[in-house]
């Protein structure tokens, strides 16, 4: 089974057409999207369309939650709280009742899916320290658990940060962000697992950033949020 698994969308279309465009070039059998449809670019709706068409499987980010329900956006930054209400406003109805309805976390060949870490999955928290790692661990028992969440890509086993994953160990997989990479590297980042062999690549590839960008700014959202595509934060 080769799955493709895509997390943080963000309302990039840009991003995401091309992510497809890879991902059909890989000949995998399902692809996963781990949440973050929506939130912060200007194509919500025609991003949660090629998800809903494309992705058999689909979580809930907290953008997703913050999109469709007001009181989820209360820990937002500013920034993020306007680009929720813009959102909010722009979803067509069978949009909205499709976001509402995702699930925090789904399980599949062993495998365990979930927007952030799986302590919680409702409350959002980030796997970014090696406390959050070993909460992490603590709190899944299949071998092989993959997030987004914080959009910065990598591989931890138990022990820490890994090149590779291997049946030898447990492992938590960041896929990063398609829509928004915060690594420094504004290449959009997505994986691809193949549980046969027990192999884990993560894709960059560019996409046209100017374009996202310049749309932001069209849709009167705050320029940062157009800004920071370019920089890859």
């Keep these: 089974m080769r799955f493709a698994i895509i997390s943080d969308i963000h309302s990039n279309l840009e991003a995401l057409t091309k992510a497809f465009e890879l991902i059909d070039r890989e000949s995998v059998d399902e692809v996963v999207c781990l949440g973050d449809v929506v ?19 689909v979580l809930r980010g907290n953008h997703d939650a913050a999109a469709v329900n007001e009181q989820n956006a209360e820990s937002f930054t500013r920034n993020a709280r306007i680009a929720a209400e813009w959102t909010r406003l722009q979803l067509l109805p069978e949009n909205r009742r499709f976001l509402e309805g995702l699930p925090y ?26 406390e959050d790692l070993e909460v992490a661990f603590e709190n899944f028992s299949e071998q092989i658990c993959f997030i987004g ?28 962000s398609i829509g928004q990479p915060r690594d420094g590297n504004s290449k959009l980042s997505f994986g691809i697992f193949d549980t046969d062999n027990w192999n884990y690549r993560n894709i960059r590839s560019e996409y046209p950033i100017k374009i996202a960008a310049e749309k932001i ?12 595509l370019a920089l890859g934060m």
């Design 39 to 57: 939130g912060y670019g200007a194509n919500p709706n025609e991003c949660v369309g090629l998800v809903r068409q494309r992705c058999r499987t």
């Design 149 to 176: 969440h914080s959009h910065f890509p990598g591989i931890y086993s138990e022990d820490g940060p890994a090149k590779a994953v291997s049946r030898a160990s447990r492992f938590l997989v960041n896929v990063g």
């Design 105 to 130: 976390t789904a399980r599949q060949d062993g495998i365990l899916f979930v927007h952030s870490s799986p302590y919680q999955p409702e409350s959002w928290f980030y796997v970014l320290s090696e």
């Design 217 to 228: 700014l069209r849709a009167g959202l705050p320029r940062a949020l157009s800004d920071r």
